[in-house]
């Protein structure tokens, strides 16, 4: 048996075999586009082509590692390079770091050290922000980065009044990475392709070197991106590259949907290769998802099909409110897992927005339902976990700015604000790191001898930690913790009677220390370790053998599959963004994104609206995305969340709704059974409500219901009202601030003239008077 061609299918085996020459695998959602490329890989070693001249790139560390674990079952040994374009160029960058003015030992800054960073580079410009922020002065410079714009191409250039901010921030903010050794992600891609670009011998080395490139989701390059591979691809153009422009999703931190499109136009002599048959949906899922896509006019026709048996029709639920959608996918969840053997794992629920997520959790909570929020990043952005990453990147690199400005009063040592302001002024003036400038603290005058000395002291235990820098990594961490006495600092700065998490965290980063010396006991160093830390990706944290119901957004749900996937709010302004409206371009990747997040669904797939949804605090009225009306009637289940049902019998979930009438983008909601006040509500205007699978459990709908009928609307609350409170009297309210459930008044009470601040929504006042 050959276990590299055998089994596959025609155009697999086309693409497979394929040699020579620049080649395009358009392939559809749950194609085997992994399973091609691996053996693709394997057929090239195969053939003779040493390991070291295959280089394979895609997006996200898993599916990297998953790549290469697949390819070490077919070529047990081979060393291929499979990476992640971040990791590729971090790689390169310290390869040849002096051509681009770094030093081998450089920083690469997150998200947090680069805002902070960009909001110094502000203060030193001298530039007033009174019509844009800090975060659009980011925004535009990763834009100009990602199109490989530098700040000495800006010059004299036309651009819009917000985008002329930002180049003119741009170069301050260059010069301080430059200054502290350091790169934020898009530096990363920017120096490689002028590096590549600006020494030709370089780039003819590395095109010979990696003769056999392939790149996964090359949807998804950036300009950036598009310019490595090409420069990689001159001599050599044994270029492959695996997508779908209907999956392009990522166009707002720069993803060009024309590298894809134009692929064929750029290389003349492409073969292309079409991968359609789909071994993840039932038909029917497909067919839901083929529909909605056709709408797009940027996209290379597929024809997606599959032999897997039909499935239960694609669902859409429409609910009263948000609270009642996360109660019942609940109970659907319970009723699955306990009567007809599916497991949390199985279930995944996407959703635009991460906020969205908030009333599931108490409804899964509430029926003990363990789930997971795939925010892998977070873990690592935590304050204790940045403050001793933050040491241990000081270590690496002194002159990590960023780094030392956490860390340099963390536990306190006395070294305040007024005393950095002026190492910073120092530093500034003479171009020189911060801690180089601390160094030097006997040159700045305006420092008082006590202070100085409190800065020596400092420099003196970054210089014992940075002579441990060569041990283990779990050491080194253990020796930090105890010359800072951290964990001592955090024991004393918890509140008495809360949980402290920090400490567990502490003991979780040193368990990854540990993991980490495990894995490579001889290639381990510390500079390693951060690269694999800053280069973290949002699903890196998500395990799919963890027994867990899923929750993430549908940008993060790329590349996954699950047997059950619920989409929930699918509302106008949601899904698609309301940002998108405007924009033809960014409409269709919307669409796209619901494309996506159907096409993750391998057995069963439902989709929800609200009719009213939480907002900023406040139930305010939603209306149906427009991508529903654009679905098959003949392929779904319209549902009315409002009639009783039982799960089980996929019968009683037909009900005789008007298709797409069902979904008045504009309706008036008052006359909803489920909105009326208690009081109004009779045995025949209230639907009979369904057993929860757990007993005696407070819904979130529930809880949601008892606040509407017990609360004034806070909004009818204003300044200069007179209340009165059962304890405190009557008073005047002093200001408001907030809105919906988080508004929030300040009462001055006649009877002791004091000032008290409630939460409208909770608080037990009734208005006296309005002047």
């Not at 993803?255 to 002599?269: G, M, R, S, T, W």
């Not at 997606?304 to 996360?326: D, F, K, W």
């Not at 253990?478 to 809360?498: A, C, I, N, P």
């Not at 989409?567 to 996506?596: A, C, K, N, Y």
């Amino acid at each position: 048996m050959d276990l590299i061609l055998d089994n596959l299918t025609d155009p697999q085996r086309a693409a497979v075999t394929h040699m020579d020459g620049p080649m395009l695998m358009l392939a559809g959602p749950g194609s085997g586009k992994t399973r091609v490329v691996t053996h693709r890989i394997a057929h090239l070693l195969r053939e003779g082509v040493p390991a070291s001249q295959i280089l394979a790139l895609t997006f996200t560390n898993k599916a990297a590692e998953e790549m290469l674990a697949r390819v070490q079952q077919l070529a047990p040994g081979e060393p291929v390079w499979m990476s992640t374009f971040h990791r590729f160029c971090a790689r390169m960058l310290r390869q040849y770091s002096s051509l681009v003015g770094l030093q081998e030992n450089y920083s690469i800054y997150d998200m947090a050290d680069a805002k902070a960073t960009m909001k110094r580079a502000i203060e030193v410009s001298g530039i007033s922000l009174s019509h844009t922020s800090p975060d659009q002065i980011a925004n535009a410079i990763s834009h100009f980065k990602n199109q490989l714009l530098t700040p000495e191409s800006m010059e004299g250039v036309n651009l819009p009044a917000g985008k002329m901010l930002a180049a003119k921030v741009y170069p301050y903010y260059q010069q301080l990475l430059l200054v502290a050794n350091a790169v934020d992600f898009d530096c990363m891609l920017l120096h490689v392709a002028r590096m590549l670009r600006e020494n030709p011998e370089l780039r003819e080395a590395l095109d010979s070197r990696f003769r056999y490139i392939m790149v996964d989701e090359y949807q998804d390059t950036n300009l950036a991106q598009y310019a490595i591979v090409r420069s990689l691809s001159v001599v050599h153009q044994n270029l492959a590259v695996t997508g779908d422009p209907d999956q392009s999703i990522y166009g707002w931190r720069g993803a060009n949907l024309n590298n894809i499109l134009d692929f064929e136009n750029d290389y003349p002599q492409v073969k292309t290769v079409r991968l359609e048959q789909n071994y993840r949906s039932t038909p029917n899922i497909l067919r839901v998802a083929d529909q909605l896509i056709t709408n797009n006019t940027r996209r290379k026709h597929k024809g997606l099909y599959t032999h897997n048996p039909e499935g239960a029709a694609v669902r859409l639920r429409i609910y009263a409110n948000g609270y009642q959608e996360a109660d019942d996918i609940a109970d659907q969840i319970v009723e699955q897992i306990q009567n007809h053997g599916r497991s949390p794992k199985d279930f995944a629920i996407l959703c635009r927005m991460n906020y969205l997520t908030r009333s599931l959790e108490h409804s899964l909570r509430s029926r003990v339902v363990p789930y997971t929020i795939v925010r892998g990043v977070e873990f690592y952005q935590r304050k204790e976990i940045k403050d001793l990453l933050s040491y241990l990147q000081l270590i690496n690199n002194p002159a990590n700015d960023a780094a030392l400005s956490r860390i340099v009063n963390t536990p306190a040592r006395g070294i305040g604000k007024t005393t950095m302001d002026r190492v910073m002024l120092y530093a500034a003036r003479h171009r020189i790191p911060l801690f180089e400038a601390i160094c030097r603290c006997d040159e700045i005058e305006s420092i008082k001898p006590r202070t100085r000395g409190l800065l020596k002291r400092f420099v003196g235990i970054i210089d014992a930690l940075s002579r441990k820098a060569s041990s283990s990594l779990e050491d080194l961490l253990r020796f930090v913790l105890e010359q800072t006495q951290y964990s001592d600092y955090l024991r004393f700065s918890t509140v008495e009677g809360e949980d402290n998490d920090a400490l567990a965290n502490v003991d979780e980063l040193v368990s990854a220390a540990v993991e980490f010396d495990r894995q490579h006991p001889d290639d381990g160093s510390l500079e390693t370790f951060l690269e694999q830390v800053a280069l973290i990706s949002d699903t890196d944290a998500w395990e799919e053998s963890s027994d867990r119901v899923t929750l993430m957004t549908l940008h993060a749900a790329k590349g996954l599959e699950f047997p059950c996937v619920y989409i929930i709010g699918v509302e106008d302004q949601v899904l698609p963004h309301h940002r998108s409206h405007d924009d033809p371009m960014q409409f269709e990747e919307e669409r796209r994104l619901l494309f996506v997040g159907i096409t993750r669904a391998e057995q069963t797939l439902q989709l929800s609206m609200a009719k009213l949804r939480s907002a900023r605090g406040s139930m305010r009225p939603a209306a149906a995305s427009p991508f529903l009306l654009e679905l098959p009637r003949e392929e779904m289940q319209v549902i009315d969340a409002h009639q009783p049902t039982q799960y089980g019998d996929d019968n009683d979930f037909d009900v005789d709704v008007e298709y797409p009438e069902a979904w008045d983008m504009h309706a008036d909601h008052d006359d909803d059974l489920n909105q009326l006040p208690p009081e109004e509500r009779t045995p025949e205007t209230t639907s009979t409500p369904r057993t929860a699978p757990i007993a005696s459990v407070t819904t979130a709908a529930q809880m949601l219901e008892q606040q509407m009928a017990n609360t004034i609307d806070p909004e009818i609350y204003t300044v200069g009202m007179i209340v009165s409170h059962p304890e405190y009297g009557s008073g005047r309210i002093q200001s408001l601030s907030g809105s919906g459930g988080k508004r929030t008044a300040t009462v001055n009470f006649f009877v002791d003239s004091i000032e008290r601040r409630f939460r409208l929504s909770h608080a037990q006042l009734t208005i006296e008077s309005e002047d």
